[in-house]
Protein backbone atom coordinates (compact mmCIF):
# COMPACT_ATOMS: atom_id res chain seq x y z
CA UNK A 1 0.00 0.00 0.00
CA UNK A 2 1.09 3.50 -0.79
CA UNK A 3 2.14 5.44 2.46
CA UNK A 4 2.58 9.45 2.54
CA UNK A 5 3.37 10.81 5.68
CA UNK A 6 3.02 13.81 7.08
CA UNK A 7 5.34 15.48 10.06
CA UNK A 8 2.70 15.88 12.43
CA UNK A 9 -1.01 16.12 13.02
CA UNK A 10 -1.25 18.85 15.03
CA UNK A 11 0.69 22.42 14.84
CA UNK A 12 0.69 25.46 16.67
CA UNK A 13 2.78 28.52 15.48
CA UNK A 14 2.92 32.04 16.86
CA UNK A 15 1.95 34.89 13.99
CA UNK A 16 5.84 35.76 11.89
CA UNK A 17 7.33 32.11 12.89
CA UNK A 18 9.05 30.29 9.79
CA UNK A 19 6.78 27.16 9.46
CA UNK A 20 8.10 23.66 8.00
CA UNK A 21 5.40 21.05 6.98
CA UNK A 22 7.29 17.87 5.72
CA UNK A 23 5.12 15.14 3.29
CA UNK A 24 7.06 11.48 2.83
CA UNK A 25 6.03 9.18 -0.23
CA UNK A 26 7.33 5.75 -0.47
CA UNK A 27 6.25 4.68 -3.84
CA UNK A 28 8.44 6.33 -5.78
CA UNK A 29 5.84 8.58 -7.01
CA UNK A 30 6.81 11.84 -9.53
CA UNK A 31 3.84 13.59 -8.18
CA UNK A 32 3.06 15.03 -5.23
CA UNK A 33 0.98 18.13 -3.93
CA UNK A 34 0.49 20.24 -1.46
CA UNK A 35 -3.72 21.39 -0.76
CA UNK A 36 -5.42 23.38 2.34
CA UNK A 37 -8.38 22.65 2.76
CA UNK A 38 -10.77 25.11 4.46
CA UNK A 39 -14.41 24.38 5.54
CA UNK A 40 -16.71 25.40 2.70
CA UNK A 41 -13.99 25.98 0.28
CA UNK A 42 -13.20 22.37 -0.40
CA UNK A 43 -9.41 22.03 -1.38
CA UNK A 44 -7.38 24.41 -2.96
CA UNK A 45 -3.75 23.38 -4.35
CA UNK A 46 -1.27 25.39 -2.99
CA UNK A 47 2.40 23.85 -5.49
CA UNK A 48 2.61 20.63 -6.84
CA UNK A 49 5.78 19.15 -8.20
CA UNK A 50 6.18 16.99 -11.09
CA UNK A 51 10.14 16.16 -10.50
CA UNK A 52 12.93 16.70 -8.56
CA UNK A 53 13.68 20.38 -7.88
CA UNK A 54 10.28 20.58 -9.94
CA UNK A 55 7.34 22.74 -8.45
CA UNK A 56 4.71 24.91 -10.26
CA UNK A 57 1.91 27.24 -8.59
CA UNK A 58 -1.06 26.10 -7.86
CA UNK A 59 -3.93 28.34 -7.32
CA UNK A 60 -3.23 29.56 -3.92
CA UNK A 61 0.62 30.25 -3.78
CA UNK A 62 1.17 33.60 -1.64
CA UNK A 63 2.78 32.93 0.94
CA UNK A 64 3.77 29.96 0.67
CA UNK A 65 6.93 28.27 -0.97
CA UNK A 66 8.04 24.75 -1.23
CA UNK A 67 11.05 22.79 -1.90
CA UNK A 68 11.90 19.20 -3.34
CA UNK A 69 15.20 17.85 -3.20
CA UNK A 70 14.70 14.00 -3.55
CA UNK A 71 11.77 12.40 -5.07
CA UNK A 72 10.05 11.20 -1.67
CA UNK A 73 10.25 14.39 0.15
CA UNK A 74 7.97 17.51 -0.36
CA UNK A 75 8.02 20.36 1.89
CA UNK A 76 5.71 23.02 2.83
CA UNK A 77 6.93 26.29 3.90
CA UNK A 78 5.57 29.56 5.71
CA UNK A 79 8.22 31.70 5.14
CA UNK A 80 5.87 34.31 7.94
CA UNK A 81 3.12 32.67 9.52
CA UNK A 82 -0.09 34.55 9.69
CA UNK A 83 -3.25 33.67 10.93
CA UNK A 84 -5.20 33.53 8.09
CA UNK A 85 -3.21 30.27 7.01
CA UNK A 86 -4.43 28.46 9.98
CA UNK A 87 -5.95 25.39 7.88
CA UNK A 88 -6.03 21.83 7.45
CA UNK A 89 -2.38 21.23 4.99
CA UNK A 90 -2.99 17.87 2.92
CA UNK A 91 -0.02 16.48 1.07
CA UNK A 92 -0.69 13.92 -1.85
CA UNK A 93 1.67 12.03 -4.27
CA UNK A 94 0.57 10.39 -7.19
CA UNK A 95 2.45 8.09 -10.17
CA UNK A 96 2.38 9.55 -13.93
CA UNK A 97 2.31 5.89 -14.48
CA UNK A 98 -0.79 4.76 -13.21
CA UNK A 99 -4.40 6.20 -13.27
CA UNK A 100 -4.33 10.16 -14.01
CA UNK A 101 -5.37 11.94 -11.07
CA UNK A 102 -5.49 9.06 -8.63
CA UNK A 103 -3.80 10.84 -5.81
CA UNK A 104 -2.57 9.46 -2.32
CA UNK A 105 -3.06 11.54 0.10
CA UNK A 106 -1.48 11.75 3.91
CA UNK A 107 -3.71 12.45 6.53
CA UNK A 108 -2.99 16.35 7.26
CA UNK A 109 -1.42 18.57 9.48
CA UNK A 110 -4.05 20.95 11.46
CA UNK A 111 -1.68 23.90 11.88
CA UNK A 112 -3.25 26.76 13.88
CA UNK A 113 -1.19 30.34 13.58
CA UNK A 114 -1.82 32.42 16.98
CA UNK B 1 -11.71 27.59 -17.32
CA UNK B 2 -13.39 24.41 -15.77
CA UNK B 3 -15.69 24.39 -13.17
CA UNK B 4 -17.43 21.58 -11.21
CA UNK B 5 -20.27 22.39 -9.16
CA UNK B 6 -22.12 18.96 -7.00
CA UNK B 7 -24.68 19.52 -3.91
CA UNK B 8 -23.93 20.20 -0.56
CA UNK B 9 -25.08 17.89 0.81
CA UNK B 10 -27.46 14.84 0.75
CA UNK B 11 -29.16 12.36 2.84
CA UNK B 12 -29.93 9.11 2.72
CA UNK B 13 -31.22 5.63 4.69
CA UNK B 14 -29.54 2.25 5.05
CA UNK B 15 -29.96 -0.21 2.06
CA UNK B 16 -30.80 2.69 -0.48
CA UNK B 17 -28.58 3.68 -3.93
CA UNK B 18 -27.50 7.12 -3.54
CA UNK B 19 -26.79 9.12 -7.05
CA UNK B 20 -24.61 12.39 -6.48
CA UNK B 21 -24.44 14.33 -9.34
CA UNK B 22 -21.10 16.85 -10.29
CA UNK B 23 -21.06 19.50 -13.22
CA UNK B 24 -18.44 20.12 -15.40
CA UNK B 25 -19.62 22.09 -18.11
CA UNK B 26 -15.83 23.44 -19.81
CA UNK B 27 -14.30 20.02 -19.44
CA UNK B 28 -11.68 19.98 -21.71
CA UNK B 29 -11.15 17.29 -23.97
CA UNK B 30 -8.38 15.37 -22.39
CA UNK B 31 -9.60 15.90 -19.04
CA UNK B 32 -10.70 12.62 -16.62
CA UNK B 33 -13.48 12.70 -13.89
CA UNK B 34 -12.46 11.47 -10.82
CA UNK B 35 -13.93 10.96 -7.47
CA UNK B 36 -13.18 10.82 -3.78
CA UNK B 37 -14.37 10.34 -0.34
CA UNK B 38 -13.35 11.87 2.94
CA UNK B 39 -14.00 11.02 6.34
CA UNK B 40 -13.44 13.52 9.20
CA UNK B 41 -9.64 13.78 10.11
CA UNK B 42 -8.33 11.98 7.20
CA UNK B 43 -7.36 12.59 3.88
CA UNK B 44 -9.62 12.21 0.87
CA UNK B 45 -9.55 8.26 -0.61
CA UNK B 46 -9.48 7.53 -4.72
CA UNK B 47 -13.09 6.11 -5.37
CA UNK B 48 -13.27 5.91 -9.33
CA UNK B 49 -12.42 7.78 -11.86
CA UNK B 50 -13.74 7.52 -15.71
CA UNK B 51 -13.55 9.35 -19.18
CA UNK B 52 -16.45 8.51 -20.76
CA UNK B 53 -19.57 6.65 -20.72
CA UNK B 54 -20.05 3.77 -17.25
CA UNK B 55 -16.82 2.56 -15.30
CA UNK B 56 -17.94 0.17 -12.37
CA UNK B 57 -15.62 -1.01 -9.34
CA UNK B 58 -16.15 -3.07 -5.91
CA UNK B 59 -17.07 0.50 -4.61
CA UNK B 60 -19.17 2.48 -7.02
CA UNK B 61 -20.48 2.90 -10.23
CA UNK B 62 -19.48 6.27 -12.41
CA UNK B 63 -22.12 6.96 -15.02
CA UNK B 64 -20.30 9.50 -18.17
CA UNK B 65 -23.08 10.99 -20.54
CA UNK B 66 -21.79 11.55 -23.82
CA UNK B 67 -20.85 15.33 -23.82
CA UNK B 68 -19.06 14.42 -20.29
CA UNK B 69 -20.82 17.82 -19.11
CA UNK B 70 -21.30 16.24 -16.02
CA UNK B 71 -20.92 12.61 -13.71
CA UNK B 72 -22.87 10.78 -11.81
CA UNK B 73 -21.36 9.09 -8.81
CA UNK B 74 -23.49 5.65 -8.25
CA UNK B 75 -23.13 4.03 -4.60
CA UNK B 76 -25.02 1.13 -4.03
CA UNK B 77 -26.50 -0.06 -1.09
CA UNK B 78 -25.44 2.74 1.21
CA UNK B 79 -24.37 1.66 4.56
CA UNK B 80 -23.82 3.90 7.75
CA UNK B 81 -19.85 3.41 6.97
CA UNK B 82 -20.77 5.71 3.47
CA UNK B 83 -21.05 8.52 5.86
CA UNK B 84 -18.25 10.60 4.43
CA UNK B 85 -17.42 13.99 2.26
CA UNK B 86 -17.58 13.27 -1.58
CA UNK B 87 -15.66 15.14 -3.95
CA UNK B 88 -15.79 15.20 -7.30
CA UNK B 89 -11.95 16.34 -9.31
CA UNK B 90 -11.62 17.16 -13.18
CA UNK B 91 -8.55 17.71 -15.00
CA UNK B 92 -5.51 15.53 -16.08
CA UNK B 93 -2.29 15.93 -13.82
CA UNK B 94 -0.36 14.84 -16.36
CA UNK B 95 -1.16 16.77 -19.02
CA UNK B 96 1.83 18.98 -19.77
CA UNK B 97 2.10 22.74 -19.60
CA UNK B 98 -1.90 23.54 -18.84
CA UNK B 99 -2.08 21.23 -16.13
CA UNK B 100 -5.51 22.09 -14.36
CA UNK B 101 -6.92 20.38 -11.86
CA UNK B 102 -10.45 21.29 -10.70
CA UNK B 103 -11.89 20.02 -6.98
CA UNK B 104 -15.18 20.32 -6.31
CA UNK B 105 -16.81 21.71 -3.04
CA UNK B 106 -17.59 18.37 -1.96
CA UNK B 107 -21.14 16.59 -1.08
CA UNK B 108 -21.80 15.63 2.80
CA UNK B 109 -23.58 12.72 2.54
CA UNK B 110 -25.56 11.49 6.01
CA UNK B 111 -26.38 8.27 5.82
CA UNK B 112 -29.50 7.43 8.25
CA UNK B 113 -30.26 4.21 10.09
Known amino acids: DVKVTQSSRYLVKRTGEKVFLECVQD?????MFWYRQDPGLGLRLIYFSYDVKMKEKGDIPEGYSVSREKKERFSLILESASTNQTSMYLC?????????????FGPGTRLTVL | LAKTTQPISMDSYEGQEVNITCSHNNIATNDYITWYQQFPSQGPRFIIQ?????VTNEVASLFIPADRKSSTLSLPRVSLSDTAVYYC??????????????WGLGTSLAVNP
Open chain 1, 92 to 104: ASSSRRGSPNEQF
Open chain 2, 50 to 54: GYKTK
Open chain 1, 27 to 31: MDHEN
Open chain 2, 89 to 102: LVGDENAGNNRKLI
